[in-house]
T-cell receptor, first 116, second 113 residues
Framework: GAGVSQSPRYKVAKRGQDVALRCDPI?????LFWYQQALGQGPEFLTY????????KSGLPSDRFFAERPEGSVSTLKIQRTQQEDSAVYLCASSLTGTGYRDTQYFGPGTRLTVL | KQEVTQIPAALSVPEGENLVLNCSFT??????LQWFRQDPGKGLTSLLL?????REQTSGRLNASLDKSSGRSTLYIAASQPGDSATYLC????????????FGKGTTLSVSS
């Protein structure tokens, strides 16, 4: 079956622009996670959804970052007024059950965001 | 602060060699630990997941061990192949309440033929 997909794969934005990154999790997966991976670093947690409920957004670095999953499937990560420090790969992952930390997380290929 | 550290940052070995990658974590109260593989330009692939009650997991040429008391895990790769070249990431779920994986920075492995 299809894995986690993300679009676009690459995004170049001018500083100050808004961007929207899309994640399509594995069908039927309850949990969905967003991570930010800077160059040469491990991924860092941003936010977690259980179905449509955003249960943890403690990793979002500022109020310019917003995530939603309105129907409990596709998720969008939006970054407003992008800054150069937002340049990173944004990874989405999903897992089967509602207790995501108990399960293997399946990752998408990521969206590489470059802010000029 | 809960942290995960991986040493070395990079490793180069000839094909056929057995090797060990190291991961250490600051808090012994973990829920589980995972090893991932990341290829350039691609997402992460889960290799092995060890629950806190387990001591090791094996998959093919890979064996991961967990020693909570010392805050360490190792990933053993037997008979390395050029196709094993990738970055290997260790990630920990701390405690029972957390949902977030805390990742190390990874070890980049290069296996030469």
């Amino acid at each position: 079956g299809a894995g986690v997909s993300q679009s676009p794969r690459y995004k170049v934005a001018k500083r100050g622009q808004d961007v929207a990154l899309r994640c399509d999790p594995i069908s039927g997966h309850v949990s969905l996670f967003w991570y930010q991976q800077a160059l040469g670093q491990g991924p860092e947690f941003l936010t977690y959804f259980q179905n449509e409920a955003q249960l943890d957004k403690s990793g979002l670095p500022s109020d310019r970052f917003f995530a939603e999953r309105p129907e409990g499937s596709v998720s969008t990560l939006k970054i407003q007024r992008t800054q150069q420090e937002d340049s990173a790969v944004y990874l989405c992952a999903s897992s089967l059950t509602g207790t995501g930390y108990r399960d293997t997380q399946y990752f998408g290929p990521g969206t590489r965001l470059t802010v000029l | 602060k809960q942290e995960v550290t991986q040493i070395p940052a990079a490793l180069s070995v000839p094909e056929g060699e057995n090797l060990v990658l190291n991961c250490s974590f600051t808090d012994s109260a973990i829920y589980n630990l995972q090893w991932f593989r990341q290829d350039p330009g691609k997402g992460l692939t889960s290799l092995l997941l060890i629950q806190s009650s387990q001591r090791e997991q094996t998959s093919g040429r890979l064996n991961a061990s967990l020693d909570k008391s010392s805050g360490r895990s190792t990933l053993y790769i037997a008979a390395s192949q050029p196709g094993d070249s990738a970055t290997y990431l260790c990630a920990v779920v701390f405690g029972q309440a957390g949902t977030a994986l805390i990742f190390g920075k990874g070890t980049t492995l290069s296996v030469s033929s």
